[in-house]
């Protein structure tokens, strides 16, 4: 009877350390998803940026405000 008990607890402990284990991997990819979509936002963000200055700036040489031609 405690071979059965000793079996049944390190069933447990297994199953709980495989548990936390693809906790720990399911964290990581969690972690790296959001960390590229950061990078994917400021990239974006860059970009608009550029395109609003662009566009800015073909305004200002339209209407001749622009000093710096």
């Not at 071979?3 to 990581?28: L, R, W």
Request: no cysteine; hydrophobic share 30%; proline share 0%.
């Amino acid at each position: 009877m405690a071979d059965n008990k000793q079996n049944i607890s390190y069933q447990a402990g297994q199953a709980t350390g495989q548990t936390k284990e693809k906790a720990s991997g399911m964290m990581d990819r969690a972690k790296d998803a959001a960390a590229s979509a950061q990078d994917s936002m400021q990239q974006a963000g860059q970009q608009m940026k550029e395109k609003a200055q662009g566009a800015a700036d073909v305004v200002k040489d339209k209407t001749g405000m622009n000093k710096n031609t």
